[in-house]
């Protein structure tokens, strides 16, 4: 076995040198964005309106609600922890089903936005090229744009929710899907290719199940980022937790908000948690 060399006195030197000026740069990017944008540390600063709203808000936390903080409820309305069950329970199954059509969709984009799938031939290379073009676009635009788009073109559905969570995250997964794919190793590849398989045999035979671990424990790790855009979608008016969440904040019933808030921290905490076990599980 080679033993590992430790590093010298002058690559730690210049590793140091290295990771000051990029703390350095990261600082002055900073300065000048806000210089360029006008930013004041003095605009940051609310009012005493403000002060007190952000108190109130604040102190609210330490009390959720458990009732409806209206005055007064219609008679048929349901439980407020029921309300705020069903408004949990849409928004994972919104970001559920957005995510299992991003799979569906971003693995055959992975494999064919893969070096290894494409092989050398120009056609292929050029089909390679479309297809990083396609996903680009896919990605590059975000779900709330999406969104606005299919609500002006469709109307108001939840079918709009799970596209618009479903193309975005359909970009980002053949990307991560195919970088995976060109970085898995070659040596099971090698000895498929020795016996004559096929460039697809050994996509799916020899560089897939290397990858396999990884590419479960990403795409539970974007199922927790498609809960946070399924509750922000919410906010253009489909119901899940953000369109709740945003009707108590305009009625300043900041208790009833930081139920919402605590029932979505506890989805992702779960999820978090179990994407976790199984990364330690696959990976």
């Known amino acids: 076995m080679h033993a590992i060399r430790p590093i010298g006195m002058n690559q730690s030197r210049l590793l140091e040198g290295s990771i000051r000026w990029f703390f350095v740069v990261i600082a002055a990017v900073v300065v000048a964005a806000g210089w360029g944008l006008g930013l004041r540390f003095g605009d940051l600063m609310p009012g005493e309106g403000g002060w007190r709203l952000v108190r109130e808000f604040f102190a609210a936390a330490l009390v959720p609600a458990f009732d409806y903080e209206a005055a007064s409820v219609p008679e048929d309305a349901c439980p407020f922890w029921i309300k705020v069950a069903r408004a949990a329970l849409e928004t994972v199954r919104i970001a559920a089903a957005g995510m299992a059509v991003s799979l569906l969709v971003g693995i055959p984009l992975g494999f064919a936005a893969s070096r290894h799938v494409c092989g050398s031939r120009r056609s ?120 709740h969440l945003r009707l108590s904040f305009e009625e300043t019933h900041f208790r009833e908000v930081w139920s919402y808030l605590i029932i979505l921290l506890v989805i992702v905490v779960l999820l978090d948690h179990w994407s976790h076990a199984l990364r330690r599980r696959l990976v």
Do not use: N
């Not at 990605?139 to 079918?159: C, K, P």
């Not at 090698?190 to 697809?200: E, Y």
């Not at 399924?230 to 953000?242: C, D, E, K, W, Y």
């Open 124 to 243: 292929f290379c050029l089909r390679r090229r479309i297809v990083c073009i396609v996903v680009a676009l896919m990605r590059s635009v975000h779900e709330l744009v999406w969104a606005v788009v299919f609500l002006a073109a469709v109307g108001l559905s939840e079918i709009v929710a799970v596209i618009a969570i479903a193309i975005p995250y359909a970009g980002t997964f053949a990307k991560i899907f195919a970088e995976m794919l060109d970085e898995s190793p070659d040596e099971p590849a090698d000895a498929l290719a020795a016996i004559g398989a096929s460039r697809h045999q050994l996509a799916v035979l020899a560089r897939l199940p290397g990858v396999i671990g990884e590419v479960v424990a990403y795409a539970f790790y974007r199922f927790e980022c498609a809960v946070r855009s399924s509750a922000v979608l919410g906010f253009l008016g489909i119901p899940t937790i953000g369109y």
